[in-house]
């Protein structure tokens, strides 16, 4: 099995910083592609950001210029830096790892538990 674990979440204010990480581990062939994504209170879970096995990265518009997606492949661990945060970016934060568990199984979508992100004053 594939595990995937978040941390870094916490209480910022507006304007803050923060940065996420998220860690893969378990059985696992290979990772196509590591991403987060958010649900706030009453919201759809929506794409924050991805970045693919080439290194190409997938931003939602409202957090272009403000957030950070990148990777450290040997550690199977992807991060999240959150600049400039506003209120609007309160939400559970969920890190998912487009994996193969072996060589011979499909490609599927490993969720974390979530870590939750709350910008308040």
């Known amino acids: 099995q594939v595990q995937v674990v978040e941390s870094g979440g916490g209480l910022v204010q507006p304007g803050g910083s923060l940065r996420l990480s998220c860690e893969a581990s378990?059985?696992?062939?290979?990772?196509?592609?590591m991403g987060w994504y958010r649900q706030a209170p009453e919201k759809a879970r929506e794409l924050v950001a991805r970045?693919?096995?080439?290194?190409?990265?997938n931003y939602a518009d409202s957090v272009k210029g403000r957030f950070t997606i990148y990777r450290d492949i040997a550690k199977k661990t992807v991060y999240l830096q959150m600049n400039s945060l506003k209120s609007e970016d309160t939400a559970v934060y969920y890190c998912?790892?487009?994996?193969?568990?072996?060589?011979?199984?499909?490609?599927?979508?490993?969720w974390g538990q979530g870590t939750q992100v709350t910008v308040s004053s």
């Open positions: 378990g059985r696992i062939f290979s990772i196509y592609g």
């Open positions: 970045i693919s096995n080439a290194g190409s990265t």
């Open positions: 998912n790892v487009e994996a193969r568990s072996s060589w011979n199984t499909a490609l599927s979508g490993y």
